[in-house]
């Protein structure tokens, strides 16, 4: 898969699974089913036949690079949070707690 073709599908799933988030369970199936979609053409414009094993494979190998992306999000946030704090900027959170409110 090309760098282009892959951005071309990694930055779609980012973006759908930023908005989930703030989402009717309707919503999110619409989604789903629209990535489905996607993933369907991109799979048929790769050469894969639909409803033969390797069509199957190359929509569990795009999900699977979702699922990769979405961790490895998840694991840069949660490593920015454990070098920063959940209090950051920490300055601001000091002078808000102060006693004297300075």
Known sequence: MTPARLARTI???I???SLTACTSPE???ARA???LAADKAECTELGFTETTEPFGNCLLKLREI???EADTQARRQAA???FWGPNW???YDRWRRHPYGW
């Open 15 to 17: 973006l759908l699974a």
């Open 66 to 68: 979702r699922a990769l």
């Open 33 to 35: 089913q629209a990535q």
């Open 27 to 29: 919503e999110r199936a």
């Open 80 to 82: 920015a949070q454990a």
């Open 11 to 13: 930055v779609p799933a």
């Open 89 to 91: 900027p920490f300055y």
